[in-house]
């Protein structure tokens, strides 16, 4: 369904990575499924989730219970709503918008057990919408490259709210998923 839409309707991926859409998109979404299970979250918020990576292949790995897919781009989310219904995968809600106009919606607030967010910006700023949403103990999983470090140590406001709690590299190392536990502050800027 991906290349389909990918090339008919949607830019989901860049062509040059349906080649290697099992690889790139799938299996680095995959890789730190049962390091995430394992510190169970129920709620989960995707940030960013564009072509359903990594929140779609870890819903079907049993990661979460209940997915929020947070996208800015309507014709993502029409891709993210038509491949949960065929499918049939459970507990998946897509909302259209930005993360930070979502801010209004009171009843969400602190109320996700962890977010994830895969490609989309920079470390600090991510961390800072993320500590809206985390639950005090909750965790963010950030999908990173090669520039991992550099952000972590350019921008370090992200330490008032959360504390690094390790990294998990996939395949070479080139792209690693860093896990951040929210601290008990909250609501931090």
């Not at 949960?84 to 996700?112: A, N, P």
């Amino acid at each position: 369904m991906l290349l389909e839409w990918n090339r008919g309707f949607s830019n989901l991926i860049s062509a040059s990575d349906e080649s290697r859409l099992v690889e790139r998109h799938i299996l680095e979404s995959l890789a730190p499924a049962a390091w995430i299970r394992e510190t169970g979250p129920k709620r989960i918020m995707d940030f960013g989730s564009g072509g359903g990576f990594p929140a779609i292949p870890l819903a079907l790995a049993g990661v979460g219970e209940q997915w929020l897919l947070v996208e800015s781009r309507r014709n993502k989310t029409l891709f993210l709503r038509k491949v949960s219904e065929e499918i049939e995968l459970r507990g998946i809600e897509v909302e259209l918008g930005r993360l930070e106009m979502l801010l209004g919606d009171s009843s969400r607030i602190g109320r996700f057990d962890a977010f994830t967010s895969r490609a989309t910006l920079r470390l600090g700023p991510t961390l800072a919408l993320a500590a809206n949403w985390v639950i005090e103990g909750g965790s963010a999983y950030l999908w990173k490259g090669s520039r991992k470090d550099e952000e972590m140590a350019g921008d370090q406001h992200w330490e008032r709210s959360w504390d690094h709690s390790g990294s998990f590299d996939i395949g070479n190392g080139q792209t690693s998923v860093s896990r951040f536990i929210r601290k008990t502050t909250r609501y931090a800027d």
